[in-house]
């Protein structure tokens, strides 16, 4: 078992979720829009887990439209707000990923708040060993983080420690709500889902 299955078998675990693997998601698409492969850990994250959210919080970007953000149409929206000046500003000190420059962000995850994941995709880099960018908001420095996705997103939701990122609360315990599921509207229903005894 290699560190990502270890960081998404972590994810699995801590946050109940038993439900079969999804099929083939259809990357080569994006991967040949991009002209560039994304991480391993990423894309198998999104085959274990449907669309949905991380602790009802941090989800993941999809290929299609289908219950998701579209990665492929968020990177092009970027670029749109890039191509003015004062726009591009926005990512500074980084660029976004262009197929034919050097390093730059590709968006992968979003959150209920404000907060924005990137990595910093670079051709001449291995895509499992892209850095995570990150910023809890627009207006605060970013954080570059040598990390693997699935590592990022682990701690998001299960460790304290990990600021300003972390949504973990012990003992309340992480959980996935999926498309399908209602959001916690109330304490009851906060409560129940993140009840550290829910499942055993």
Request: proline share 10%; net charge negative.
């Amino acid at each position: 078992m290699n560190d990502q299955q270890t960081w998404i078998d972590r994810i699995i675990e801590v946050t109940g979720w038993c439900h079969d693997p999804e099929g083939d998601a259809g990357w080569e698409q994006v991967e040949g829009e991009l002209g560039v492969v994304l991480p391993s850990d990423f894309k198998e994250l999104c085959r274990r887990f449907v669309p949905g959210a991380f602790y009802a919080y941090l989800d993941l970007l999809r290929p299609t439209d289908d219950h998701a953000q579209p990665l492929l149409q968020t990177w092009a929206s970027c670029r749109q707000w890039a191509a003015g000046q004062e726009s591009a500003q926005l990512w500074a000190p980084y660029d976004l990923y262009e197929p034919d420059r050097g390093p730059g962000l590709i968006q992968w995850g979003s959150d209920q708040t404000e907060g924005e994941y990137y990595w910093l995709a670079d051709r001449a880099v291995e895509p499992d060993r892209w850095p995570v960018v990150a910023r809890w908001d627009g207006i605060e420095p970013w954080h570059q983080l040598d990390m693997s996705t699935a590592e990022f997103v682990y701690r998001v939701i299960a460790d304290p420690a990990f600021k300003p990122f972390t949504v973990a609360d012990p003992p309340r315990r992480p959980f996935y709500l999926p498309h399908w599921g209602p959001f916690p509207t109330s304490a009851e229903d906060w409560n129940a889902l993140t009840d550290p005894n829910r499942g055993s």
